[in-house]
């Protein structure tokens, strides 16, 4: 299913890091109007054609090239391997490491980019329990709480040039192509889905074009900076997940995943991701006078599992 067009302001300019991932590419798709740069580790697979300009290098941009708009989106996938030492160091590392040569590169810039928007995730946090949170909330202290806190200081500086910072926390993005949901399909196709352990622990999300448009709305809403959390206004249990996941595929949801034994293999990352949670608020969102395409989840995954395109 083709990215919706975002309503972008005619003309404006975006500079995207990590355009070529599961978020990225789908905003990149949606910003046609829009005259994109997306920054790369690698031109060659990063797959786009004009009018998208690919780059590896910000220092060889002129410093009279104009951006509008910074996204940062790119960083070492959270989710997909085991939390090694070293996997550790680049998870936490790449983020900062992707953002300082963006800073750099705005130091170098004039005219400025209005407004920098950046990942960070609902791991901001930490585990925690029914409580609802929202951008007020204070953080509970684990590895993902510091991978979100070191991100989201990374982009801080430039805020003294005055470029708007907007760190967005966003929660698990709902499209078949990518993270939970490709993850989930698979064993629940199969008739194996089932809760996490109890499945008491909250799951806040976010269906994926709903999270584009949101990035477009914060770009162009200057009431919003500093955190805004990118979820869905009704976070669910993961039992309620499991269920709503079973019925948009019809399939049987019997099944139950232990805790003790994963958490015994996987150590923090089944802790922090499979078994814990948070039940995240979009507060600011609303406020600002964002609305949700998806805010229940059953129309969330019917939508997002009829997308016929299957990404590498
Ligand atoms: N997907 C979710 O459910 C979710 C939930 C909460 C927060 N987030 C955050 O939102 C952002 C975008 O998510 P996403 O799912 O679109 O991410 P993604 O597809 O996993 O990765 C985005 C891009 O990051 C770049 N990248 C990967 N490893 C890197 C490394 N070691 N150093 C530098 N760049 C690297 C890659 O771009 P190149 O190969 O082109 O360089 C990749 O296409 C991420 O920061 C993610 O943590 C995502």
């Given at each position: 299913m083709p990215a919706p067009a975002i309503p972008v302001p005619p003309g404006s300019r975006w500079l995207v890091a990590g355009g070529t991932g599961f978020v990225g590419r789908r905003l990149v798709e949606a910003l046609g109007a829009a005259s994109v740069t997306v920054l790369t580790r690698d031109t060659g697979k990063a797959g786009f054609g004009p009018p998208v300009r690919v780059v590896t290098d910000l220092e060889a941009l002129a410093a009279d090239e104009r951006f509008d708009v910074v996204v940062h989106l790119a960083g070492e996938p959270i989710a997909s391997g085991l939390w090694t030492e070293t996997r550790r160091r680049r998870i936490l590392e790449s983020r900062p490491s992707v953002a300082e040569r963006i800073v750099a590169c705005v130091e170098r810039l004039e005219p400025k980019?209005?407004?920098?928007?950046?990942?960070?995730a609902v791991g901001w946090y930490g585990v925690r329990g029914d409580e609802p949170l929202d951008e007020g909330s204070e953080p509970r202290d684990c590895f993902g709480h510091r991978v979100c806190a070191a991100a989201e200081s990374a982009a801080v500086p430039v805020e003294s040039q005055g470029v708007r910072v907007v760190q967005m926390r966003i929660g698990l993005v709902l499209?078949?192509?990518?993270?939970?949901?490709?993850?989930?399909?698979?064993?629940?196709?199969?008739?194996?889905?089932?809760?996490?352990g109890d499945g008491a622990?909250?799951?806040?999300?976010i269906e994926r074009d709903d999270l584009v448009r949101l990035i477009a709305h914060a770009a162009v809403e200057e009431s919003l900076r500093g955190p805004v959390n990118a979820t869905a206004p009704n976070p669910v249990t993961n039992t309620e997940f499991v269920r709503a996941f079973g019925r948009a595929l019809r399939r049987p949801v019997f099944q139950r995943v232990p805790r003790?034994?994963?958490?015994?293999?996987?150590?923090?990352?089944?802790?922090e991701l499979l078994f814990g949670g948070q039940r995240v608020l979009p507060a600011r969102a609303l406020d600002s006078g964002f609305e949700f395409r998806y805010p229940e989840l059953d129309e969330a995954l019917r939508y997002a599992l009829t997308s016929p395109v299957a990404m590498s």
């Open positions: 980019p209005r407004v920098w928007i950046n990942a960070s499209a078949r192509e990518g993270g939970l949901l490709r993850q989930l399909l698979l064993p629940f196709r199969l008739g194996l889905g089932g809760r996490f622990h909250w799951m806040s999300w003790a034994p994963l958490v015994w293999a996987l150590g923090d990352l089944a802790r």
